[in-house]
């Protein structure tokens, strides 16, 4: 054969591999071509060895082959350790997030639950080629903080088939596997995922029942004093809803994880109060919020309940001349003073305002309670009982009759298997502060905790500042040539002249 025939070939060859590298990395789920052209290559390789075994066989025996075949040999052996190190790097990754916000990051709430799943997760992506990567980079964010999730690809345009046999009905969709139970979901973000794996990675949703038939928040109501807005986070937190009336139950259900009883306006009977009691002792666990009533007692018949587990909701208004909504001259308080230990508000980053809130006082030998919240300090705060100064908008503290301040805006109870929580305002999660999501969250936290669902407490929702940073032309062209040209040219220079170097020695 010709020596231009063969050095044609030998190129061709050599463009072969590159090409064979180049789809091994690109297109790396097209196992049937990436086999037939690494193939061919073998094949072309092997054809020009045949055609010239002579030649060869003189290369073969030379001194410069020797050192060749040992350099290959060293660079296989390093390929291999480099391998294995990007393996190690792969299983235990590191990552940082420089975003505003930690917008490329999980939340507190899906990384904290990922600590507590154990077993390995399966993430099958359903969707066309276009659509993976999206969808990959997303699955990825999971697979850095637990290592043992899987992650397969199903493509929808050539694999109809298992499409249908896992019962997906939309594309891009993600089937999320543990043990024998599996969830498909279509909504691809970070909050349909967490939903999903704690759907998958508990028996059954925990039951919620919010007390009706007093004047309480209506969950169904998408007015401005309605409750929509938290029902919809609490649902989409995967939580079960019902509603109970009772003046209509003798008692409780037994189903019952947690009983919300949300700003009634109403009094309770003397049986509704006895239910309750008997819920609680049972290993019940309780929500309450009660709002100051000026034109009456107020709640007695609750407030009597909690004093026998010795808290004092006081039926006045906690008045905070230093933390408060502008314009409301301490009738709104914010709350900035959270306990740091309790699971409910431990790491919880950001101040909630409580539209005309009662105080929550502890008795002295109480014992199991926890004040979360708290006031300023007299003369600070205090906690109003006068109506008429409140009318006229004059408030001042009256010795005897008003509370000092610090004074506690929500408080906690757990003692064996019973557990109570207070607040002193329950319109902070009405539909009207939809855009107040700290007001939520401490309402979502509250009732993690109540349910038992610690692992969901510390959701973080930040609110996303979207900078996008857009690139011209010449920007674009100054990376493009500085990583793909001039870097591994000057790799190679580097390469060329070293070996160069070795030659001379």
């Known amino acids: 054969m010709k020596s231009w025939l063969i050095t ?18 690109s297109i790396p789920g097209e196992v049937t071509l990436n086999l037939f052209s690494t193939l061919a290559g ?52 590191v990552v940082w997030d420089v975003t505003k916000n930690k917008r490329n990051s999980l939340t507190d ?36 903080k637990k290592n043992d999730i899987k992650i397969g690809f199903v493509d929808a345009e050539l694999s109809p088939q298992k499409v249908r046999e896992s019962g997906v009905t939309k594309v891009p969709s993600l089937e999320i596997s543990f043990g024998e139970r599996k969830r498909v979901i279509s909504e691809l973000s970070e909050l349909s995922v967490t939903n999903a794996l704690i ?22 109501s998408n007015e401005n004093e309605g409750g929509s807005q938290l029902a919809k986070l609490l649902k989409s937190n ?52 009660l709002d100051p009533d000026f034109n009456s007692k107020g709640q007695v018949e609750l407030m009597d309940l909690l004093r026998g587990y010795g808290a004092i909701l006081s039926n006045d208004l ?24 309790h699971p409910i508000t431990k790491g919880f980053d950001g101040s909630v305002f409580l539209p005309l809130t009662s105080s929550v006082q502890l008795e002295t030998e109480s014992t199991g309670w926890t004040l979360l919240g708290l006031s300023n300090q007299f003369p600070a705060a205090w906690g109003e009982t006068n109506r008429e100064e409140l009318l006229a908008m004059d408030m001042t503290y009256t010795e005897g009759f008003d509370h000092k301040g610090p004074l506690g805006y929500i408080a906690a109870f ?17 539909n009207t502060y939809r855009k107040f999501p700290k007001n939520f969250i401490l309402f979502l936290n509250s009732l993690n905790w109540l349910a038992g669902e610690e692992r969901l407490i510390a959701f973080n929702t930040p609110v996303i500042e979207d900078r996008p940073i857009f690139m011209n032309k010449h920007q674009i062209g100054i990376i493009f040539y500085f ?11 580097i390469a060329f002249v070293l070996y160069k170097r070795r030659q001379k020695l």
């Open 109 to 144: 709430q899906t990384a904290q639950l990922l600590k507590e799943v154990e077993g390995e997760v399966q993430f099958t992506i359903f969707s066309l080629k276009k659509d993976y990567e999206l969808i990959r980079s997303l699955a990825e964010l999971y697979r850095l």
């Open 42 to 93: 073998l094949v072309l390789t092997t054809g020009l060895i045949l055609s010239n075994r002579k030649s060869f066989a003189q290369f073969y025996k030379s001194l410069y082959f020797k050192n060749f075949a040992g350099a290959i040999v060293s660079a296989f052996l390093l390929f291999v350790i480099l391998g294995f190190v990007n393996f190690l790097a792969y299983k235990n990754a």
């Open 318 to 341: 906690v008045i905070d001349r230093i933390k408060h909504a502008n314009g409301s001259k301490g009738t709104v308080p914010v709350i900035h003073k959270f306990d740091s230990n």
């Open 414 to 430: 757990e003692e064996e298997n019973k557990k109570l929580l207070v607040f002193g305002n329950s319109t902070f999660v009405i």
């Open 238 to 289: 995967t939580y079960s809803l019902r509603q109970l009336n009772l003046r209509e139950s003798s008692q409780i259900p037994e189903d019952a994880n947690v009983l919300v009883v949300w700003g009634p306006k109403e009094g309770f009977f003397p049986n509704e109060i006895n239910a309750l009691k008997s819920f609680i002792e049972k290993g019940g666990r309780l929500m309450l919020a």
């Open 483 to 493: 990583t793909v040209i001039f870097c591994p040219l000057a790799l190679a220079i």
């Open 8 to 25: 044609l070939f030998g190129i061709l060859n050599f463009l072969l591999y590159l090409v064979v590298i180049g789809l091994w990395i």
């Open 199 to 220: 759907k998958i990675t508990r028996k059954t949703d925990p039951t919620i029942y919010f007390s009706v038939g007093h004047g309480e928040i209506d969950i169904t």
